[in-house]
Nanobody, 121 residues
Framework: QVQLVESGGGLVQPGGSLRLSCAAS????????MAWYRQATGKQRELVAH???????EYADSVKGRFTISSDTAKNLVYLQINSLKREDTANYYC???????????????WGQGTLVTISS
């Protein structure tokens, strides 16, 4: 089995910053890609940022210039630095990973349980 655990969410004032973390563990041979999604109340889940094992990143237009995704491949960690927070960034933030499992060597997509980010004064 493979598990993802997010942390770092909380209540922040507009204009503030947070760093979210996601730790992958379990029967992992390698991690192909990791991503952050978010889902606000009453809205569909949307991709926020994505990073490949080679370090290539992409971002949703709504967060470009404010959010930065990074990873520590040795520790199976991915981070999301979020700056200049806006009220519309309020959402549950979910980590997703595409991994190759050990010993089966099969591709598996795994989701974390989410961490709540609330922007409010």
């Amino acid at each position: 089995q493979v598990q993802l655990v997010e942390s770092g969410g909380g209540l922040v004032q507009p204009g503030g910053s947070l760093r979210l973390s996601c730790a992958a563990s379990g029967n992992i041979f390698s991690i192909i890609e990791m991503a952050w999604y978010r889902q606000a109340t009453g809205k569909q889940r949307e991709l926020v940022a994505h990073i490949t094992s080679g370090g290539t990143t992409e971002y949703a237009d709504s967060v470009k210039g404010r959010f930065t995704i990074s990873s520590d491949t040795a520790k199976n960690l991915v981070y999301l630095q979020i700056n200049s927070l806006k009220r519309e960034d309020t959402a549950n933030y979910y980590c997703k990973a595409g991994v190759i499992t050990n010993p089966e060597r099969r591709y598996l997509e795994v989701w974390g349980q989410g961490t709540l980010v609330t922007i409010s004064s």
